[in-house]
C-alpha cells in the first residue's frame, strides 16, 4: 500500500532509514555482535576467491561489495554482469564461492550463471529480497535483505539493503578469520539510518536541483572516483530509467580520454566527492567540465565540502558512504522524472522482474 504517497518510488525511498535498522536488529544476536549462519562463515572464510554476479541495480551493488569484501575481509573478490558471466567467463580459482544479488531472487540471467555453477560444484549464496524465490530456493545459503516488498521498477531501497548486508559479511568474515578492525557495522550502520533520514528530510532541496538542471535537458552526467564512481553509475541507471533523460555514471579521470567531447555550454555534471583521498582529483575533473560550459552540481560528504557546493551529506563511515551518497541521487531522479510527467513507478519498456535471457 503507497498510502499517502503519490508513487512506490518515493516511499520506498523514504523507507530507507528503517530497512537499515531492520537489518541491525535481524542481524545483531544478545551479545551486539553480528549474528550470521556458521555455514555461510565457513564458506566465505573457506573461499579462495568470491564472485559476485547480479544484474543493474544490484550489480552496482555488487561493485560496492567487492571493495567492502577486499577491504575488510581481504578476500580477492571479482563482480560480474550476469548475462555476460557466461559468454565470458573469467578463469574460475580452485575454491570459488558465487553470491548471486538479487531484489527479485527471479533474474534469468543470474539464473542462468547459478544454474551453470552449481553443474560445475561450486559453492553459491543468494543475497535476496525475497528468500522463497528461485535464486534463493536453489542456491546453498541465502541472506535475506529485509527490505519489505519493493513495488517500483526502479530499484531503490534493495540497493542500500543489499549493501548493508554485504557489509555485515565482510566483516564476519574478518572476525572468523582473526583480522582485527576498529570498525562495528551496526553501530556505523545505525549511523547511515540516520543520515539517510537527514536527506529524506531534505526534499525541497533534491526537487530544487531536478528543477534547475534537468527539467529541459537531454543528458546529464555523474562523476565520481572510487567508490563514488559506483554510485555514479547507480544514479545515472536511476536517472535515464524513470526520465528518460540520457544519463551516464563516469570515472572522473576517464572523462578526458573521450567523453568530454559532450560537454556543451549548461549541460548538467553531478559531482560526488565522499572520500578523502579523491575529494581533491574529483574537483579538478568539475573544473575541467565547468571549464568547457557544464552546470556544475557537486554532492560532497560534510568534512570534504566546499563553500559553494549544492548539497552537503551528512558524514558516515567511509565504507559507508553509497548508502547515504545515494539518497539524493534517488531523488533527483525521482524529481525529475517527476517534472517531466513521467510515470515514475511503471517506466516505460521495463519490467520489475527480468525473467526472460
Ligand atoms: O531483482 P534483481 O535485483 O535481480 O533485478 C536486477 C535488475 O533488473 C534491477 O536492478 C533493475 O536494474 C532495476 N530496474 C534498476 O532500478
Not at 181 to 197: H, R, S, W
Not at 223 to 250: H, M, N, P, T
Not at 251 to 260: M, N, Q, R, S, V
Request: proline content about 4%.
Amino acid at each position: 500500500e503507497k498510502g499517502t504517497y503519490p508513487y512506490y518510488m518515493l516511499k520506498e525511498i523514504d523507507e530507507q532509514p528503517y530497512v537499515i535498522r531492520n537489518i541491525i536488529s535481524k542481524y545483531k544476536d544478545d551479545s551486539e555482535n553480528i549474528k550470521l549462519d556458521e555455514a555461510i562463515r565457513q564458506a566465505v572464510v573457506e573461499s579462495d576467491r568470491i564472485y559476485i554476479i547480479a544484474a543493474g541495480t544490484s550489480y552496482h551493488a555488487g561493485l560496492v561489495g567487492k571493495q567492502l569484501l577486499e577491504r575488510i575481509a581481504n578476500k580477492p573478490t571479482e563482480t560480474h554482469i550476469a548475462s555476460e558471466f557466461l559468454y565470458n567467463m573469467p578463469l574460475i580459482s580452485e575454491n570459488p564461492l558465487f553470491i548471486f544479488i538479487s531484489q527479485s531472487g527471479e533474474t534469468a540471467d543470474s539464473r542462468g550463471v547459478l544454474v551453470n555453477v552449481k553443474k560445475m560444484g561450486h559453492n553459491t549464496l543468494t543475497i535476496t529480497n525475497v528468500p522463497g524465490s528461485t535464486l534463493s530456493r536453489e542456491a546453498d545459503f541465502t541472506l535475506h535483505t529485509y527490505g519489505g516488498p519493493e513495488i517500483a521498477v526502479a530499484s531503490t531501497k534493495a540497493y542500500t539493503a543489499q549493501m548493508a548486508v554485504l557489509a555485515l559479511l565482510a566483516v564476519d568474515a574478518a572476525k572468523a578469520a582473526g583480522i582485527e578492525m576498529d570498525f562495528d557495522p551496526l553501530q556505523e550502520l545505525a549511523i547511515v539510518a540516520n543520515a539517510m533520514e537527514t536527506l529524506t528530510d531534505q526534499k525541497e532541496t533534491m526537487e530544487k536541483i531536478a528543477r534547475e538542471y534537468l527539467s529541459v535537458s537531454r543528458n546529464c552526467f555523474f562523476i565520481g572516483r572510487a567508490v563514488d564512481y559506483f554510485v555514479c553509475l547507480e544514479g545515472a541507471l536511476k536517472l535515464k530509467e524513470i526520465s528518460y533523460i540520457q544519463a551516464e555514471g563516469f570515472a572522473g579521470g576517464e572523462l578526458k580520454h573521450g567523453t568530454i567531447a559532450l560537454i556543451e555550454e549548461g549541460t548538467p555534471v553531478i559531482g560526488v566527492a565522499t572520500q578523502e583521498h579523491v575529494n581533491l582529483s574529483i574537483r579538478g575533473n568539475m573544473k575541467e567540465v565547468v571549464a568547457r560550459g557544464a552546470s556544475p552540481c557537486m554532492i560532497s560528504m560534510a568534512g570534504f565540502e566546499e563553500a559553494d557546493d549544492q548539497l552537503v551529506i551528512p558524514h558516515v563511515h567511509e565504507y559507508l558512504t553509497p548508502l547515504v551518497s545515494v539518497i539524493p541521487l534517488q531523488l533527483i531522479a525521482y524529481y525529475a522524472a517527476l517534472h517531466r510527467d513521467c510515470d515514475v513507478d511503471k517506466p516505460r519498456n521495463l519490467a520489475k522482474s527480468v525473467t526472460v535471457e
